[in-house]
């Protein structure tokens, strides 16, 4: 296992002590969530735990079914107790960048459904300002064109229409979410400064489905680094 491998593990596995008996439990989509999401299937198994997931991709549902996890589905659920989900980005607002796995949409349903939302993350997702990692955005296939146009007007650097490498010979075909949406990510750089008024700014953009920007919605970071597991609560937040 690689060093960054390990990090992710420790703040994956961290993250579940918030994880008790009768729960729902909002479960989100990554390479660092995988850890708490196997932690959990252990406890199930080994310890008795008794809690019913809310899966927030369908890659989490395969590795939560296959690891024994009972399920519901995102509109089955009025409130959830808790979710725990990674990020690609997080300022010391708690204020985040989210979707580089593409699952933004049904993450920010589950995060906003949630009484409250951890995050687990290794040192390198921790930024003074959001938007080295490009903003991810999903929206409708049929406007992408028009969103594109209209992002630019406030991003400065290029607009991306995601794509997915399908085979070897580097033919690339447009990556498909979920949900049937597309992705555009979009190169800020780290501009932005007031997140809030960015997600607003492009949330009303005819066609934008859902921004990867996550902003008052998360509680804790769990941040694994080379000293330890770091819990940053949120002063603001529910957990504090
Ligand atoms: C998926 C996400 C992920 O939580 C985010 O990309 C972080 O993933 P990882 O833990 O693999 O770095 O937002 O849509």
Redesign the pocket.
């Known amino acids: 296992m690689s060093d960054v491998e390990a990090l ?1 593990r420790e703040a994956g596995i961290a993250a579940c002590r918030y994880v008790k008996s009768g729960m729902n439990v909002g479960l ?6 995988k850890y708490t999401i196997v932690e959990i299937g252990r406890r199930l198994s080994e310890e008795g735990l008794e809690i019913i997931g809310v899966p927030t ?1 369908e890659a989490t549902r395969e590795l939560a079914q296959g690891l024994g996890i009972p399920l519901m589905e995102i509109s089955d659920v009025k409130s959830l107790d808790i979710t725990i ?4 980005e997080f300022d010391s607002h708690f204020s985040l960048i ?7 949409t049904r ?1 920010k349903i589950v995060a906003n459904l949630s009484k409250s939302m951890i995050v687990v ?1 290794d040192e390198s ?1 921790r930024v003074d300002v959001l938007g080295k990692f490009n903003l991810p955005v999903e929206v409708s296939p049929e406007k992408y064109l028009s969103v594109i146009e209209e992002i630019s007007n406030i991003c400065p650097g290029k607009v991306l229409l995601r794509r997915k490498m399908t085979n070897a010979r580097d033919e690339d075909k447009i990556y498909v979410t979920d949900n049937d949406g597309y992705i555009l990510d979009c190169e800020f750089g780290p501009t932005i400064t007031n997140p809030g008024e960015m997600e607003r700014m492009i949330s009303v953009i005819d066609g934008v489905v859902e921004v ?1 920007l996550f902003v008052g919605i998360c509680d804790a970071v769990f941040v694994a680094s080379t000293s330890g597991v770091d819990i940053m609560v949120n002063p603001e937040g529910r957990l504090s």
């Open positions: 992710k989100g989509t990554g390479s660092t969530v991709s989900d990674g990020a690609d989210k979707g580089g796995g593409g699952a933004l993450e993350a997702k990867g």
